[in-house]
C-alpha cells in the first residue's frame, strides 16, 4: 500500500545510506554487514579489504555525507523549512535502527527518507526499502504510528542531469583536444538487472536509467559521442555482471586509437571508496601505462544544483503532497509495485 491514510506533514529528514568504515579494526565487520548472504567470494573480499586498508581503513563516504547533510540544513534553512535531518546507513555506524530509535524518541512521526543512490533495482532501491523496513522490526516499532516514506528515484531529476553536466562541461575544459567520455556506473549481476524495475514492465531498469541519466548528460554538453560501461564488479568469476569494464574499455578505445579519456562516475553522488579506489588509482594508473590522457569528473556531492534538487524533492513531499507511486517512492519499506526488482537468487560462496 502507498502512503498513509490521513498525509499531513513531514516534521523530519532521514538521510539514508551505505555506510563506511571509520577505521582499519571497522574493515572486515563492515564488509561482513555489506556481503552477508550475498555469495561474495573470500578471494574478492580480501582484495576489498586491502582497497580500504590503502586509506588507511578510513573510507570518505561518511564525511562526504555529513558534509552534504551541512550543506542541506543550510538550504532548507535560506527556503525557510525547519526540518531536522538524521543521517543512517545500512552498512555501518550510524545505522538506520538507531537512527530510527532516535528520531522516534526525539518526538518524530512522520519522516521522509532521502536514499543516496538516484536508482532502481534493487541494491539501489528495494535494498533501501529492506533497510527501513528492517530499522522498524529491529527496534519494535513496526506499529507505532510512525511513517518512514522513501522519496522516488531521482536518476531523471533535471537538476541531477544539469548537475553532472556542469561537472562535465568544467572537466572537458581541462583539455586542449576533445577526449573521449566515459560514464560509468556500479556494475551488478546480469541477472540483477534483468529483474530491476517491475516485472510486468520487462526489467532492466538499473542500466535503462543509467543509460538514459548519460544520454540526456551528453546531450546537454553537446556530445557527439560517448560510452556507457561498468566498474566496482564483485562476485564469482563465473557469474555474468554488467559489461564492459571500464579497465577493458579502456584498453579498447586505446587500440582504435582513442588518446584521451574523461571518466564521469554518473552511477554515484560522492567521491566514496569505489570512486577513489576503482577510477582514481586502477583506471588512472591503467590509462597512463596505455599512454593516454586521463581526467575523472568529479561526482555531484555539494554541488548547489544538486543540493537544491534534492531539497526540491523534499518540498514536493514535505507537506503531504507528491507523487507516492512514483518509482521508488514508499512508506515504511513497502515497495512501489509489487513484484519490483525481485532478489535473483544468488550462488553461496561457500562450496
Ligand atoms: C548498484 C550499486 C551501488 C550504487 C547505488 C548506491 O549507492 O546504493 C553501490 C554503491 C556502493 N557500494 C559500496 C561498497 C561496496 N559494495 C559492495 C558490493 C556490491 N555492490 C553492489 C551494487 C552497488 N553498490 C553489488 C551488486 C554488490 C555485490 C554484493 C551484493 O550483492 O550486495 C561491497 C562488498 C565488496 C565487493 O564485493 O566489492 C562494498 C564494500 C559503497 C561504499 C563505498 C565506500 O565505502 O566509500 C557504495 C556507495
Ligand atoms: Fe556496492
Same mark, same amino acid.
Given at each position: 500500500?502507498?502512503?498513509?491514510?490521513?498525509?499531513? @506533514?513531514? =516534521?523530519?529528514?532521514?538521510?539514508?545510506?551505505?555506510?563506511?568504515?571509520?577505521? /582499519?579494526?571497522?574493515?572486515?565487520?563492515?564488509?561482513?554487514?555489506?556481503?552477508?548472504?550475498?555469495?561474495?567470494?573470500?578471494?574478492?573480499? &580480501?582484495?576489498?579489504?586491502?582497497?580500504?586498508?590503502?586509506?588507511?581503513?578510513?573510507?570518505?563516504?561518511?564525511?562526504?555525507?555529513?558534509?552534504?547533510?551541512?550543506?542541506? $540544513?543550510?538550504?532548507? +534553512?535560506?527556503?525557510?523549512?525547519?526540518?531536522?535531518?538524521?543521517?543512517?546507513?545500512?552498512?555501518?555506524?550510524?545505522? #538506520?535502527?538507531?537512527?530510527?530509535? *532516535?528520531?522516534?524518541?526525539?518526538?518524530?512521526?512522520?519522516?521522509? #527518507?532521502?536514499?543516496?543512490?538516484?536508482?532502481?533495482?534493487?541494491?539501489?532501491?528495494?535494498?533501501?526499502?529492506?533497510?527501513?523496513? +528492517? %530499522?522498524?522490526?529491529?527496534?519494535?516499532? &513496526?506499529?507505532?504510528?510512525?511513517?518512514?516514506?522513501?522519496? /522516488?528515484?531521482?536518476?531523471?531529476?533535471?537538476?541531477?542531469?544539469?548537475?553532472?553536466?556542469?561537472?562535465?562541461?568544467?572537466?572537458?575544459?581541462?583539455?586542449?583536444?576533445? /577526449?573521449?567520455?566515459?560514464?560509468?556506473?556500479?556494475?551488478?549481476? %546480469?541477472?540483477? &538487472? *534483468?529483474?530491476?524495475?517491475?516485472?510486468?514492465?520487462?526489467?532492466?531498469?538499473?542500466?535503462?536509467? #543509467?543509460?538514459?541519466?548519460?544520454?540526456?548528460? @551528453?546531450?546537454?554538453?553537446?556530445?557527439?559521442?560517448?560510452?556507457?560501461?561498468?566498474?566496482? *564488479?564483485?562476485?564469482?568469476?563465473?557469474?555474468?555482471?554488467?559489461?564492459? &569494464?571500464?579497465?577493458?574499455?579502456? $584498453?579498447?578505445?586505446?587500440?582504435?586509437? !582513442?588518446?584521451?579519456?574523461?571518466?564521469?562516475?554518473?552511477?554515484?553522488?560522492?567521491?566514496?571508496?569505489? #570512486?577513489?579506489? =576503482?577510477?582514481?588509482?586502477?583506471?588512472?594508473?591503467?590509462?597512463?601505462?596505455?599512454?593516454?590522457?586521463?581526467?575523472? !569528473?568529479?561526482?555531484?556531492?555539494?554541488?548547489? !544544483?544538486?543540493?537544491?534538487?534534492?531539497?526540491?524533492?523534499?518540498? $514536493?513531499? @514535505?507537506?503531504?503532497? +507528491?507523487?507516492?507511486?512514483?518509482?521508488?517512492?514508499?512508506?515504511?519499506?513497502?515497495?512501489?509495485?509489487?513484484?519490483?526488482?525481485?532478489?535473483?537468487? *544468488?550462488?553461496?560462496?561457500?562450496?
Amino acid at each position: 500500500m502507498h502512503g498513509s491514510e490521513d498525509g499531513g @506533514a513531514f =516534521d523530519a529528514l532521514l538521510f539514508l545510506s551505505f555506510g563506511g568504515p571509520e577505521k /582499519p579494526a571497522d574493515v572486515r565487520p563492515f564488509l561482513e554487514n555489506v556481503t552477508r548472504g550475498r555469495g561474495v567470494p573470500r578471494e574478492r573480499l &580480501d582484495e576489498v579489504v586491502e582497497h580500504y586498508l590503502h586509506f588507511g581503513g578510513v573510507s570518505p563516504i561518511n564525511r562526504l555525507n555529513l558534509d552534504m547533510i551541512e550543506a542541506l $540544513r543550510a538550504e532548507l +534553512g535560506r527556503r525557510g523549512r525547519d526540518l531536522p535531518i538524521y543521517f543512517g546507513n545500512r552498512n555501518w555506524h550510524p545505522l #538506520v535502527a538507531d537512527t530510527t530509535r *532516535r528520531m522516534y524518541d526525539d518526538g518524530h512521526r512522520r519522516v521522509l #527518507v532521502f536514499p543516496t543512490s538516484a536508482w532502481g533495482g534493487y541494491s539501489g532501491c528495494r535494498q533501501y526499502h529492506e533497510d527501513i523496513a +528492517g %530499522a522498524l522490526s529491529a527496534t519494535g516499532l &513496526d506499529d507505532a504510528g510512525l511513517v518512514l516514506r522513501k522519496l /522516488p528515484q531521482f536518476s531523471a531529476e533535471p537538476k541531477f542531469i544539469e548537475a553532472s553536466a556542469n561537472a562535465l562541461r568544467t572537466a572537458l575544459g581541462s583539455f586542449g583536444t576533445a /577526449p573521449r567520455v566515459v560514464f560509468t556506473a556500479h556494475s551488478i549481476p %546480469a541477472a540483477a &538487472d *534483468r529483474n530491476a524495475g517491475p516485472a510486468a514492465e520487462g526489467g532492466h531498469l538499473y542500466s535503462l536509467q #543509467v543509460k538514459a541519466a548519460a544520454a540526456a548528460v @551528453a546531450h546537454s554538453v553537446g556530445l557527439q559521442e560517448y560510452d556507457v560501461v561498468w566498474q566496482s *564488479r564483485s562476485g564469482p568469476p563465473q557469474v555474468p555482471w554488467l559489461e564492459p &569494464d571500464i579497465c577493458d574499455h579502456l $584498453r579498447e578505445l586505446r587500440e582504435s586509437g !582513442v588518446t584521451d579519456v574523461a571518466v564521469m562516475p554518473i552511477g554515484f553522488v560522492s567521491d566514496h571508496l569505489e #570512486v577513489i579506489w =576503482d577510477l582514481d588509482s586502477e583506471a588512472r594508473e591503467l590509462a597512463a601505462e596505455l599512454g593516454m590522457g586521463y581526467v575523472r !569528473v568529479p561526482t555531484v556531492g555539494t554541488d548547489p !544544483v544538486f543540493l537544491s534538487m534534492i531539497v526540491d524533492l523534499i518540498e $514536493r513531499y @514535505a507537506d503531504g503532497g +507528491g507523487d507516492v507511486t512514483a518509482m521508488g517512492c514508499g512508506d515504511n519499506g513497502a515497495l512501489c509495485r509489487p513484484d519490483c526488482c525481485v532478489p535473483a537468487r *544468488r550462488p553461496s560462496s561457500r562450496p
